[in-house]
């Protein structure tokens, strides 16, 4: 079975500066596509980026990016330039061949003026 | 963007009464549907995942009779928690795949807190 995990329960960052959260999957599969979530206080769960396995080429959303190393089996969030908006807990969801998301534990981040 | 919509937002009720929550999807058809759990600062667990026209799959541990779903329609799934309990209090969240292809990520309801006294 495929698991997420994200080993850092809480992150803090200052405006305007960029942060980094980890996240490592476990899996036997090949072709797979990775998320990250967001979910502000309104608890609604947000897409903010997705990540094909096939693709080598890291995808980017505006301030969001990835770094997507497929042997490592990593796939780690950048948020640049934070801001005040970017605060919440950020999951990592894998989805499997059966169409199911598994998410990783969150990363709560909190974004200081 | 498509969108999902629950309801209701939050709910009380009393130990041992029975409470539905909708989940709608308003601009596509969502063949399927899934339903998560997820306590405070907490991941969220895969309760079910919902089928139109054909019986719920639930997870592991997760109680069939305390827990129905059904999902009548192309639009519509429900979740019917039996005979609620005080640790039934959670956050039920619903979410649908919007696109033919799984992979374009899914679409989540906006959840509701279910609170029993």
């Known amino acids: 079975a495929q698991t997420v995990t994200q080993s850092q329960p809480e992150m803090s960052v200052q405006e305007a500066e960029t942060v980094t959260l980890s996240c490592t999957y476990d899996?036997?599969?090949?072709?797979?596509?990775l998320f990250w979530y967001k979910q502000p206080p309104s608890r609604q769960m947000i897409l903010v980026i997705r990540?094909?396995?096939?693709?080598?080429q890291n995808a980017t959303e505006n301030r969001f990016s990835v770094n997507f190393q497929k042997a490592a089996k990593s796939f780690s969030l950048k948020i640049s330039d934070s801001q005040l908006g970017d605060a919440a807990m950020y999951f990592c969801?894998?989805?499997?061949?059966?169409?199911?998301?598994?998410f990783g534990q969150g990363t709560i981040l909190t974004v200081h003026p | 963007g498509a969108v999902v919509s629950q309801h209701p937002s939050w709910v009380i009720c009393k130990s041992g009464t029975s409470v539905k929550i909708e989940c709608r999807s308003l601009?596509?058809?969502?063949?399927?549907m899934f339903w998560y759990r997820q306590f405070p600062k907490q991941s969220l667990m895969l309760m079910a995942t919902?089928?139109?026209?054909?019986?719920?799959?639930?997870e592991q541990g997760v109680e069939k009779d305390k827990f129905l779903i059904n999902h009548a329609s192309l639009t519509l799934s429900t979740l019917t928690v039996t005979s609620a309990h005080p640790e039934d209090s959670s956050f039920y969240i619903c979410?649908?795949?919007?696109?033919?292809?799984?992979?374009?990520?899914?679409?989540f309801g906006s959840g509701t807190r279910l609170t029993v006294v």
């Open positions: 899996t036997s599969e090949s072709d797979y596509y």
């Open positions: 969801a894998y989805l499997t061949s059966y169409g199911k998301l598994t």
């Open positions: 919902s089928n139109e026209g054909s019986k719920a799959t639930y």
């Open positions: 601009d596509f058809q969502a063949t399927t």
């Open positions: 990540q094909e396995a096939y693709k080598q």
């Open positions: 979410s649908a795949n919007s696109r033919k292809e799984t992979n374009y990520g899914y679409t």
